[in-house]
């Protein structure tokens, strides 16, 4: 006979990130985070180190391609550049149309080539991906390497925080300003 264990269900809280950088890799466009909530308990009295934005689905859609644009993109290239600027997409069904505007020009890869043309996929979006969960994974082994009087404070001090608020550095699961933290400091 078959049984099954009973405990705490696996979080399947996903995000979005939204990778972009000029062919060189000498000016990343700042990591942007799609998430579900509008206001996420985590960040009640607390700053986000990157762009988020939400939706429903915490994916990438029209609505959001534009505020990406406009928000993060274009200041983040107006800051470094004034010369014309080529941006490259997918042509996810997420994103806007192909434009041109104040010397940015958008254009899409055709369809089916992008995980061999793309630059992000061929290694940028894994080298993130591992090193930010080298980041995540130091911090959860610092707090066990921490000694019992300081785990008791630290979950003491993590029982005044607000539900979903008390993240990695409390010796709790990574909530998604842990997760913005993380991405920021791998990207750098």
Known sequence: SLETTRGKKISKERVTLVVCSNATGSHKIPCTMIGKAAR??????????????????AWMDV???????????????????????LLLLDNAPGHFEAFERNLVKVVFFPPNCTSWKQPCDMGIIAALKK????LY???????????????????????????????????????????AKYVELAWE
Do not use: M
């Open 40 to 57: 996420p308990a985590c960040i009640v009295g607390r700053t986000w180190p990157i762009p988020y934005f939400c939706q429903k689905n």
């Open 63 to 85: 609505s959001i391609c534009w505020k990406w644009f406009n928000e993060v993109f274009y200041p983040a290239v107006k800051q470094k550049t004034g010369l014309p600027v």
């Open 131 to 134: 090193r930010y969960k080298y």
């Open 137 to 179: 994974l130091s911090d959860i082994l610092s707090y066990y390497s921490l000694d019992e009087t300081t785990k008791k404070c630290l979950k003491e001090s993590s029982l005044l925080c607000k539900r979903g608020a008390a993240g990695v550095e409390y010796g709790k699961p990574a909530h998604l300003l842990d997760a």
